[in-house]
């Protein structure tokens, strides 16, 4: 097989951009569902905060005019009638406009007050002057936004209990093989357990869709094609995984071609590189290979980016870390590398230790807290900066 011609990662990804035309839909969900959702409208505040004007920190409220003419020489401060008490955030008796700090003024026994000697008093200070923490109308959050929770916060405060976000995308799951099992079983010889449905779902959720999980698909050609039919009217996206290289059962690569509009066979990528990528009735079909880092790998490039296009998320710097390579690294000519890593911080540094194929699969799944890709051709040496991703 020739990989050179295979296309690159981000070639695949834009032909399928350019092809699919997708038609997001909007839902309204209460604020305290909305974290991790992406806002579909712009939002403006329907409130002014203060309303009128509140106390900036916790103080006494006296008028200003008070203290030009009459200060040190009044005797008497009568509560309510010269002064008033006024808490950080709240509103006070409208005779006052001044908020002296709580910790500046002394009341002393003969009815008189002292300020600190240090303390300058300027008209309006200690005080929130109307909408000067929110304005009506002003704009809050623009749509498109993936929502965390200082947005929720200023959603609150801006007077909102439910939000227009994008609805999540479907994605099913179906996990093809006449050797797999359900882990409840004890594997005979010959099977394998079904593992990957559940790192499919955990990835799925975190990535902010709905997962739908198929039952173990025998490979038997017109029932996996059947499936795959019953599959598109629901979905948004099908993933179809195993079945998509040269095995006598591998089915599924045929299948999908036969029914899409745009389809291709393999990426300049590995582990992974037998993906098999379609379209079909505008939606998007990937064939994950088996293995699991394979399965992952083709999940991580394809199936996050899709799901990120569906929800115009765009957040290229999450999770984005440089470090140092502990060992050199030399990737094959002719095909790109998702690598899991290991980082550690040794004296201050982030160190980064790619898994090679001598640590066992348990070892790897157990301690890689990091992906990256290499492009193909690298020669990298101990020591030069590397960017990952944090998994
Ligand atoms: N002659 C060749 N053989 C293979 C090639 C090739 O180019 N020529 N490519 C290899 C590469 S690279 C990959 S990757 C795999 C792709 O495998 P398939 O997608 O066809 O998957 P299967 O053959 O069905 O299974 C492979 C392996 O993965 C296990 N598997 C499958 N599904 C699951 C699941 N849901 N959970 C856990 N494990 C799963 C399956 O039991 C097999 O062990 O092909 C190479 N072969
Ligand atoms: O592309 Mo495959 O086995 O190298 O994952």
């Not at 995984?241 to 745009?262: A, L, Q, V």
């Amino acid at each position: 097989m020739n990989l050179e011609n295979l296309p690159k990662i981000d070639e695949v990804l834009s032909s399928l951009y350019s092809r699919l035309k997708l038609q997001r839909k909007v839902e309204y969900i209460p604020l305290n569902q909305a974290a991790n959702r992406v806002l579909a409208e712009d939002m403006l505040s329907k409130n002014t905060l203060p309303v009128v004007r509140s106390s900036k920190l916790d103080g006494v409220a006296v008028n200003f005019s008070d203290f030009q003419e009459n200060y040190p020489e009044r005797k008497i401060w009568e509560k309510d009638i010269d002064y008033c008490l006024a808490d950080t955030g709240d509103d006070f008796n409208p005779k006052f406009d001044t908020v002296i700090p709580i910790e500046n003024i002394t009341f002393l026994k003969d009815g008189n007050i002292k300020l600190s000697p240090d303390f300058i008093l300027n008209k309006y200070s200690g005080v929130n002057k109307s909408g000067s923490h929110l304005k009506s109308q002003e704009l809050l959050i623009k749509k498109d936004t993936l929502l965390n929770f200082f947005h929720l916060n200023l959603m609150a405060s801006g007077g909102y209990n439910a939000l227009p976000v994008y609805e999540k995308p479907i994605v099913t799951y179906i996990p093809t093989g006449n050797e797999l099992i359900y882990p409840s079983i004890s594997p005979s010889r010959g099977e394998n357990i079904e593992s990957n449905g559940i790192m499919v779902r955990n990835l799925i959720e975190q990535w902010g869709a709905r997962l739908i999980t198929y039952p173990i698909c025998k490979d038997i050609r017109a029932n996996l094609n059947s499936i795959l039919d019953e599959a598109l009217f629901f979905s948004d996206i099908v993933l179809i995984n195993g079945g998509s290289s040269k095995g006598s059962e591998d089915f599924n690569t045929k299948i999908i071609e036969d029914k899409s509009s745009f389809f291709q066979h393999r990426v300049k990528v590995a582990p992974g590189f037998p993906i098999g990528i379609g379209i079909i009735d505008n939606k998007p079909v990937i064939n994950l290979p088996g293995p699991p880092i394979a399965t992952f790998a083709a999940m991580h490039w394809c199936v996050k980016n899709l799901i990120n296009y569906y929800l115009k998320v765009n957040n290229p710097l999450k999770n984005i870390a440089y470090g140092e390579l502990a060992t050199d690294l030399k990737t094959p000519e002719k095909i790109d590398l998702y690598l899991l890593l290991r980082i550690d911080i040794l004296q201050n540094k982030l160190v980064v230790r790619p898994f090679s194929n001598k640590e066992r699969h348990a070892e790897k799944m157990h301690l890689c807290n990091a992906i990256t890709r290499v492009p193909a051709g690298s020669n990298l040496r101990k020591g030069d900066s590397i960017k990952f991703e944090w998994i």
